[in-house]
């Protein structure tokens, strides 16, 4: 599937796994949108990494170590 900029997109399905071209599945089972199938494939690592930068955020702006 294609995006309104005719770019194709990837999606990281979490239920199966699997990359998807394009959304195939349900929003509530896919992180994306990715520009590669690369990204894509690294989906669970890349979410890892923003959520603990979050979390450092969160603890530095709550003055908490």
Do not use: C
Not at 11 to 31: A, D, I, M, P
Not at 50 to 57: F, L, Q, V
Request: glycine share 6%; net charge negative.
């Amino acid at each position: 599937m294609e995006s309104h900029t005719n770019k194709i997109e990837y999606f990281f399905n979490t239920t199966t796994g699997v990359v998807e071209e394009g959304r195939q599945s349900s929003w509530e089972h896919l992180l994306g949108p990715f520009a590669t199938f690369e990204e894509a494939s690294h989906a669970i690592d890349i979410a890892s990494e923003k959520s603990n930068a979050w979390d450092d955020e969160d603890k530095e702006w709550r003055g908490k170590d």
